[in-house]
């Protein structure tokens, strides 16, 4: 089975905790402080591996969590930071935030590296926090929580050569001739419903990728019939065999359909209109094909586009022309160089990419409830996390300090807090007093 499109939470390791703790050696009444910090939470890593075709592994686990980090020590000693989650991919693997729908990475190149979820930062140990004024603190830092989020995987196949064409015009016959490839035949239309590839041998030393990729209609650019889902496999092929029904079997016209199928690629990215293509005249062991075939000439160079592209005669029952066109799509590829299409891609030119650090924002609201007031921040409530409030007045004191200097007593005052007015942060409640401290209440 072929999957080519996944959505996975990932979330990186939580900090270990920092702990409060004192020396207690020998001849050494009174020792300072001694708690050793937190390590650091594993990052949640996609690694491209080229040994990987389909993103099938992410059916079945759709979960990733980074390990936590491990705890502070006694003597300063710091905590063991978490390994990394390596999470391998395959290559062409577009990664993107399943919220903002935003493009975190398109990874193409084997071995590339993209941090998804990073790991929280250790917790601080108390021998952090000594001063001169509070030479032997009683707190420490709780682990930062591990960055978590949805992620969508939309995997675009990677192979040299991509077979296009009107449904049922032979480009799944094609790949299991030329290749070990066992796609599923049959007589109706849309029987492939996703990309099959296949390993070609030209029979010279030559070999190349081959995809027999999901039969396209009018209208495919806007997203009718398999749409989108056949066309952003398109855009990683290095050149196209436009596959036609020269027969016309089905009452249709092998150059009408050609100008549709090019059409629609144009229209969905202006880019593959000048991808390298050679047009496959199928099922010439057919009545009429041969008729057919000199009128589509014709019309070529009626239209002027005869010299534009190559075109091979053939059939996938008989195999008559395979050889040749096998010859002919190796000595094209030798021409297009591997890197074109990776720049070619519409959604990495098109669509922002965004990188995963950035600046945290320290903003704040401030507002009446009730009879009290409250305070919304997501700094601010992330900085409570990793602030032990239950346990140490000192924990408290710095808490306060921080909310003065981002200026939130001021704020409150100005909207009327006074003295003895409840105050709301998240889940905590706390006194307010003109002196800028909060009391703080459970």
């Not at 491209?48 to 000693?77: A, N, P």
């Not at 990874?107 to 140990?125: D, F, L, W, Y």
Request: hydrophobic residues 40%; charged residues 30%.
């Amino acid at each position: 089975m072929f999957v080519d499109k996944a959505k996975i939470f990932v979330k990186g390791g939580d900090g270990g905790n920092g702990i409060v703790s004192y020396r207690r050696e020998k001849y050494v009444p009174n020792g300072g402080p001694a708690g050793g910090d937190g390590g650091h939470g594993g990052d949640v890593i996609f690694r491209v591996d080229e040994g990987l075709r389909t993103l099938m592994d992410f059916r079945y686990q759709k979960h990733f969590k980074g390990e936590k980090g491990e705890r502070g020590k006694v003597k300063s000693m710091h905590g063991a930071n978490a390994e990394d989650m390596i999470v391998r991919i395959p290559p062409g693997t577009v990664i993107l935030d399943s919220d903002s729908e935003a493009i975190l990475a398109d990874m193409t190149q084997h071995g590339s590296e993209i941090i998804v979820a990073k790991g929280g930062r250790g917790g601080r140990g108390n021998c952090r926090f000594a001063t001169a004024a509070n030479p032997a603190p009683d707190f420490a830092e709780n682990g930062e929580d591990g960055e978590e989020r949805w992620i969508t995987l939309e995997l675009k196949v990677m192979a040299d050569v991509g077979l296009v064409g009107f449904p049922s015009v032979g480009k799944s016959t094609l790949l299991s001739v030329v290749s070990a490839a066992t796609p599923k035949i049959g007589a109706y239309h849309f029987t492939t419903l996703t990309p099959n590839l296949g390993v070609v041998d030209v029979g010279d030393g030559r070999s190349f990728v081959m995809a027999d990729l999901p039969g396209l209609i009018e209208g495919a650019h806007e997203g009718v019939g398999l749409g989108h889902d056949f066309l952003r496999h398109v855009e990683r092929t290095r050149i196209i065999l436009h596959i036609l029904d020269m027969s016309g079997s089905e009452g249709r016209d092998p150059y009408e359909d050609w100008v549709k199928i090019n059409e629609e690629l144009k229209l969905y990215n202006p880019l593959l209109a000048e991808r390298p293509q050679i047009i496959v005249a199928n099922k010439m062991d057919m009545p009429d094909a041969e008729e057919q075939l000199a009128m589509f000439k014709e019309q070529l160079e009626a239209a002027g586009l005869a010299g534009n592209h190559k075109l091979v005669a053939m059939s996938s029952l008989t195999k008559n022309g395979v050889q040749e066109l096998l010859y002919k799509a190796a000595d094209l590829l030798e021409t297009v160089p591997e890197t074109r299409t990776i720049e070619e891609v519409k959604d990495v030119a098109e669509r922002k990419v965004y990188t995963l650090d950035k600046a945290e924002d320290r903003s704040f609201k401030v507002g009446k409830e009730n009879e009290g007031f409250y305070v919304e921040s997501a700094y601010i409530e992330k900085f409570m996390k990793r602030v032990n409030l239950n346990n140490s007045y000192d924990a408290i004191m710095r808490f306060a300090r921080t909310l003065r200097m981002m200026g939130v007593d001021a704020e409150l005052r100005k909207i009327g807090a006074k003295d003895g007015d409840i105050v709301r942060i998240g889940d905590y409640s706390f006194e307010f007093f003109e002196g800028s401290d909060f009391n703080y209440h459970e």
